[in-house]
C-alpha cells in the first residue's frame, strides 16, 4: 500500500517538473518581447550616445554629392 502511494506521489512530481520545464504556452511570445525591446532599448542608447558624430558623417556624405 505504502509502494503503490509513493509511486503515485513520484509520477506525479514527475509529471508536474515535466509540464512546468516543457510547456511553452504564451512565455515564448513574453520573452521574445522582451528580448527584442531590450535590442531595441540598447540600439536606442547608442544612437542616442553618437548622434553627433553620426549626424555630422550623414552630412559629410550628403555634401559628397555632387550634380552635374
Do not use: P
Not at 18 to 29: I, K, M, P, S
Amino acid at each position: 500500500m505504502l509502494g503503490y502511494w509513493m509511486d503515485r506521489m513520484y509520477l506525479g512530481a514527475v509529471a508536474c517538473i515535466r509540464h512546468a520545464l516543457y510547456d511553452e504556452e504564451g512565455d515564448t511570445n513574453f520573452i521574445s518581447i522582451l528580448i527584442i525591446l531590450g535590442i531595441v532599448i540598447i540600439l536606442a542608447g547608442i544612437f542616442i550616445g553618437f548622434k553627433d558624430q553620426i549626424v555630422a558623417q550623414v552630412k559629410e556624405i550628403i555634401d559628397g554629392f555632387t550634380i552635374k
